[in-house]
Each structure stands twice: as C-alpha cells, then as structure tokens.
C-alpha cells in the first residue's frame, strides 16, 4: 500500500530525499526550468523532454523554483513534477501523480494537513448508538477530528474540505479509518460495534485501498462483524456500481455496512435495493421535531417497513427531545443515537461493559 500513488503520496513529499522528474508545456519554459536548476547549483540529467533530479529534498527544490524571480505565476502553471522514493523505477502509472508546480506547492504549504495525516494526530470521538427497545448501549459511532501541533481541534469540515482541494482525501480517509480502529481498540470497545465512516469517492480499487483497513482490524484481534462502514453522503454517491463493488468486499471479508441521509431522495430506495447494506441512518429532517409533524411520522413509518422487508436494521440518529425518541420508538425503529443519550466523547468508560443487544 505504501506504493500506491494516491495513498503513499505523503511519504514522496515529507522528511526523506525524492527522485523527481520534471516536465514543460513548451520547449522554452523547459529551458527555463533547466537554467534555474543549473543556476541553483542542482545537478540533474535530461531524458528526452524530461529532467531528472536524483536524491535532493523534494520541498527545497519545489521552492527554489517557485519563488524564482524569472518565472511567472501563469509558467508556474505549466511546469510539472512528480517525486519518486529514491531508487523507485519510474512506470507509466506515475504520469498520474504529475502535478503543476502551483499545486504541489500550495499542497506542501499547508503543513498541518500534512502533519494531521502523515503523523496520525487524529483524535477519534465516539457516540454511543443505544437499542431502541431496552436503550442498552448497541454500538458507537466513531467521529474523526484533526488535532494541530499545537493541540486545537480542527473543525471537520475544514479538514475534510482542505484535504480534497489539495488531493488528499484519499490519504485522510484512510488515516482515519484506520485511526478509528485503533483509537476504539485502546479504550476497550471491542464486543459493541463500531460504525467507522469512509468516503467512497476516496477508494478506488477496494482490494487495494482497503488493505490497511483490514491489517488494522486483524493486528487488534477485531471481529470483522463488529466493525460498521458507513458511508457517508451516501444521497450524493454516483457511481452506484463502484459503491456496491466496496460494500461486496467490505462484506466478503465479514464486515458490516451502514448508509446514512437515508430516505431523501429517490436514490435512496435503489440503494437499498440495489445494496442491502445492514443498516440505514433516516435523515435527521425526519427526525428533528417528528413528534409534532404526521408526515414525518409517516416517511419514517414507510422506511422501517421497507427497511424490514430487507432485514436492514433502521437507525434513528439526531434525537434530541424526549418527544422524538418516543416516537421513533413507538414507529419501529432498531436503534437511535443523539444529544439527548450522550455526546460523543474520548471517555465512554461508563457506557463500556453493558451488555450487547
């Protein structure tokens, strides 16, 4: 895993020596580039319309020439570059991991999002998921937060939204997922289940970019039935077919599944059909105030029926009155989660213990 290019991008860019093979829209701009390396005293060879530049540091060199006097912001569009492991053979497939010489270093200036990732500073917060019939505690969902050297908690959708602008959503959704895993083992949840979210459009190829997922799990003596995927923004999913080929996997190697937002669009239904995941999450607008609301009343009721006849097991999350716990209840659904129960916290040491439902 640590070759893929998409995953292992951090260990290209962060602490050792890269390889690096540079390129040029245009014949001058080539030239340009191999007059600013020269004059900076980098030694380099040039093959065909590419230069190599063995064993330096690959920031050192990003900079150098982006802050070169001689080349404009538009040029610094056009030249590319690729960092390789020392001594890595270069293959076809790294033409995908070219970027321009902006966007690598716009990437390598935002060092906390690559310090969040590269040094697992991942705090994991978990909220309990309770039965809805005997409110025993069922499970716990976890919730992933960056922590910045210097201890602040980076707002989720900050990082998330960072993270994607600069490509490295791929890697971020791993570190999390496997971060997950590890931080629920240590604090001992280990008969509960755990729903762990991920991002579907951060996994591309399941067998590969879902190694290290597993290894986690197998390294803590995890049984794969009690470990949840959820996907989230599961109403914005369109490739359904590459969904499903996750999920097939997830499920082949005896994990559980879980969908979330459900029931806000038609979209939903297939899903469930097409899917059969083993738990659906009702959008929190059904949730929020359905007490008071018949037609709300009436989607839910609709949703656990369908849901039943799936065997999918309905998860009312977002609760936070009395009211719309005791409706849900009352309408069917297996469980429910919300600020009404707990928050989620680094300490569930008092929900730990209690029996699985």
Known sequence: MENCLKCGILNRITGNNSDVYISASEGYLFQKTIDTLRVNGYTFREIATVVFVENIPFQG?????????GLSDAEKGHIQLVPLVVGEHFTPQHLFAFKTLKAWYELLSSKYILDVISQ???KTFFQPIFDATNSEVF???????????GGNIIPPVELFQKASALELQFALDRATRERAIENAACIGITQQ????????TAIYNPKDCLQGTIQTAERYNLNPQNLVFEVVESEQVKDLSHLNSILTYFKQKGFQCALDDFGSGYSSLKMLDDLSPDYIKIDMHFIRDIDQNTFKQSVVRSIVALAKAKGTKVLAEGIETQGEFETVRVIGVDLVQGYLFARPSEDVSQFLGVRQA
């Open 193 to 200: 289940k755990v729903f762990i979210n991920f991002l579907p």
């Open 139 to 149: 499970a716990f969902e976890c919730l992933s937060r960056g922590v910045t050297e």
């Open 61 to 69: 060199l990003v900079n150098c020439l982006f802050h070169e006097p």
């Open 120 to 122: 697992r500073r991942i």
